[in-house]
């Protein structure tokens, strides 16, 4: 089989109190979430670039059947400042808490970095410096 994109094509972040999280994921990444509701539930999508890497994804709350946690998957964002401890810095001010500092994966892979949100996902950030 001939991959063509990355195999995770959409994530949906679960939140308990959607005003929190947004300002939380904002004030992290210094980037704008654009909110939608699409029938029972309200989403706030992450940007996203057409044909670009990565894959795309959301806040999303709708409590009968998004539940956040800090022990179940695991989502990686890259740090778009290319350096995780930027964005890692800005998390407890934001309400968050840093569990895991910046750490070397290995110099081909690069760097990560853990932290639980204001809804209680543990969620990484990953940098090649």
């Known amino acids: 089989m001939d991959i063509k994109s990355n195999v995770v094509g959409w994530f949906e972040l ?3 109190d959607m005003d929190r999280a947004i300002k939380f994921y904002e004030t992290v990444f210094g ?6 509701t699409m029938g029972p539930l309200d989403m706030a999508w992450f940007p996203w670039v057409d ?7 959301s806040l999303v709350h709708y409590p009968d059947f998004y539940k956040p946690t800090s022990n179940g998957s695991l989502i ?6 290319g350096d ?18 910046k750490k070397l994966i290995t110099e081909d892979v690069g760097f990560m970095g853990l932290f639980i949100d204001t809804e209680g996902n543990r969620v990484a950030m990953h940098s090649r410096k």
Request: glycine share 12%.
């Open 14 to 16: 679960p939140v308990n």
């Open 31 to 36: 980037f704008e979430l654009s909110r939608n």
């Open 51 to 57: 044909n670009g890497q990565g894959a795309a994804g």
């Open 76 to 81: 990686y964002f890259t740090a778009h400042s």
């Open 84 to 101: 995780l401890s930027i964005e890692l810095a800005r998390v407890e001010k934001a309400g968050g808490q840093v569990i895991q500092e």
